[in-house]
């Protein structure tokens, strides 16, 4: 995150609702700009107010949806305001109240369901929503198929192909070979070489060149390095280490049915010992006396000498100890039944299928991960502690594994079948949980992808940089960029970052067939009927086609005359 930048006092008013990370970060976001003025607005503690003020905002305490607290954020004088809280109805409400209070006010909504979110865009004018679970789950599923993928888009929205940008190093497939050569074989578009946007596509691209690429998941897939696969068989060790672990587990959580086994195999084999000397007959008719006994079946072909104690006294233990032991086998074996069939019941089966991709977590946004995931048809195993009727229908109708447990227990992913696995995705609502999901599946399969979810953006990179999981995601940091753009253009889909530039990403619709677009954008997609094409200017497209445009905010940076009229112009244009 950059530094914050002072505010003018006459400068545009943005106003945040909510009270979580998600509206510290869009604060944030929206206070880089220089001249803008930001309040948060909501219930949160002195923690939370204190983190408003770090970030460079202004924090009224109070319900967003009280017109008091309204009056008291200056919603008379706002330009915009921002509501993602997490209750859907509580972000309308209080944006409704806002444009009675403020006609002119720009509206900027989270909401989940995305059909409700494209009904609302069309019928409130000014007006943009995002779902913030659908727009963070592109980036989880890109990355868990393709772990060079730093982020994950659909264009167009909403139902558009699942595209990415991805980092790699020029090998020996495309080094010394023109840009355009390599993009026409691999079908994707280089954005940067090294870092440089400015790409003369005839030059030659150099061996061990930084390549930062966009296109489909699939292309990309594709046109990775072969280096291996999570379809490809995994090490003997590491397959064979869960099976290994899973008989000393079952020793250990049933030592009583283990020591009453063993008593039981050795009172049989004395027993033996005993009538075999004693009958002077052979071991198999010792043994088949000794059963007969301790199950107390009795045919009477063979008995004791009825003048020997001892004899008569061995029979009468064994007899005893064989009601005992048959007992505790009875009950130990109804106990064994009862549990499978409840597991059954529950879901829980072993998998035997190899290269799918595990996911922990089927709430908000693990439903659009399935949703893109089941789209590209990847085999795909759910794990939910508490999965609801109309998941089960989902796993039912849809035919993907459904296991109903508790991810971070090693018995529930000794199930999914790691050692085979493509990738793991753990999106529990609990930062804590899946980092416990992820340290169980590394020990499982060291060489597994693994992609978290760590709501906390400082805590999700302190745990990439100490426990080296690179593909750790924060939905807060990811939506935030695209919130904070929504609230001054349509369009805008978040941020990316190559060798420490910042470019906005956003979607526009071309206004004419000689419109130019808005100024210093760099084109790299284009879709005519939700048909997606690579380009590299806008040329050949025509009015009302929508592109995909990378925005250098280097050229917004204070410090220089005409800032502000660049934002504005850029506005006016996407607008």
């Known amino acids: 995150m950059s530094r914050t930048r002072a505010t003018a006092p006459d400068g545009p008013l943005t106003l945040v609702v909510g009270d979580d990370a998600l509206a510290i970060s869009t604060a944030a976001e929206i206070c880089r700009l220089p001249g803008h003025r930001v309040t948060v607005v909501g219930t949160g503690g002195e923690d939370f107010a204190r983190a408003a003020v770090a970030?460079?905002?202004?924090?009224?305490?109070?319900?967003?949806?009280?017109?008091?607290?309204?009056?008291?954020?200056?919603?008379?004088?706002?330009?915009?305001?921002?509501?993602?809280?997490?209750?859907?109805?509580l972000n309308l409400h209080t944006a409704l109240m806002a444009r009675d209070a403020n006609p002119r006010i720009r509206i900027v909504l989270r909401q989940f369901n995305r059909t409700l979110a494209h009904k609302i865009e069309q019928n409130l004018p000014d007006c943009a929503v995002l779902s913030l679970a659908w727009h963070s789950a592109a980036s989880y599923a890109a990355t868990a198929l393709d772990p060079s993928c730093f982020r994950g888009l659909q264009f167009p929205e909403p139902d558009g192909p699942l595209t990415g940008f991805v980092e790699r190093l020029a090998g020996d497939d495309v080094a010394r070979r023109s840009v355009a050569e390599?993009?026409?074989?691999?079908?994707?578009?280089?954005?940067?070489v090294n870092g440089d946007t400015a790409i003369d596509r005839h030059a030659l691209v150099p061996w061990g060149a930084r390549l930062c690429l966009y296109g489909t998941i699939e292309q990309l897939m594709r046109s990775a390095p072969k280096t291996g696969s999570g379809e490809k068989p995994a090490p003997t060790a590491s397959v064979a280490a869960p099976r290994t672990r899973t008989l000393g587990r079952l020793i250990r959580a049933n030592p009583y049915l283990w020591s009453f086994a063993g008593a039981?195999?050795?009172?049989?084999?004395?027993?033996c010992w005993h009538f075999h000397e004693t009958f002077h007959t052979n071991w198999l008719t010792a043994a088949y006396f000794v059963l007969s006994t301790m199950t107390t079946t009795g045919y009477g072909d063979i008995t004791p000498h009825q003048d020997d104690v001892i004899d008569i006294f061995m029979a009468m233990v064994l007899m005893m100890a064989g009601v005992f032991f048959t007992g505790v086998f009875i009950a130990f074996a109804a106990s064994m039944l009862t549990r499978a069939q409840w597991v059954r019941a529950q879901g829980l089966r072993r998998?035997?299928?190899r290269g799918h991709i595990v996911l922990c977590g089927a709430g908000s946004i693990g439903s659009g991960v399935i949703e893109l995931l089941l789209g590209l048809g990847k085999?795909?195993?759910v794990v939910e502690a508490k999965p609801d009727a109309a998941m089960v229908e989902r796993a039912r109708d849809l035919g993907f594994d459904l296991l109903t447990g508790d991810a971070s227990r090693d018995d529930t992913l000794d199930l999914c079948n790691l050692g085979g696995a493509h990738s793991l995705i753990a999106l529990t609502n609990f930062d804590t949980l899946n980092l416990e999901i992820a340290l169980g599946a590394r020990a499982r399969n060291p060489s597994m992808p693994i992609v978290l979810r760590i709501a906390d953006a400082s805590f999700a990179a302190s745990i990439a940089r100490h426990f080296d999981f690179r593909t750790t995601y924060s939905a807060a940091a990811l939506a935030a960029p695209a919130f904070a753009g929504l609230a001054r253009m349509p369009g805008a889909r978040g941020r990316i970052t190559i060798e420490d530039q910042e470019f906005a990403i956003s979607e526009y619709r071309l206004r004419g067939d000689a419109d130019p677009g808005p100024p210093g954008a760099i084109p790299i997609a284009a879709a005519r009927e939700k048909t997606l094409a690579l380009i590299h200017d806008l040329t050949p497209l025509g009015h009302d086609d929508r592109v995909l445009l990378l925005m250098p905010l280097a050229?917004?940076?204070?410090?220089?005359?005409?800032?502000e009229p660049q934002v504005a112009e850029l506005s006016s244009a996407i607008t």
């Open 351 to 353: 998998i035997k299928r």
């Open 264 to 271: 039981g195999l050795l009172l049989f084999w004395l027993g």
């Open 379 to 381: 085999p795909l195993v």
């Open 182 to 192: 390599v993009e026409a074989e691999l079908g994707v578009r280089m954005i940067a």
């Open 555 to 563: 050229q917004f940076d204070d410090g220089g005359a005409g800032t």
């Open 55 to 89: 970030a460079g905002a202004r924090f009224v305490a109070g319900r967003a949806d009280s017109q008091d607290s309204l009056e008291r954020a200056n919603v008379a004088d706002a330009a915009t305001i921002i509501a993602v809280s997490r209750n859907d109805q």
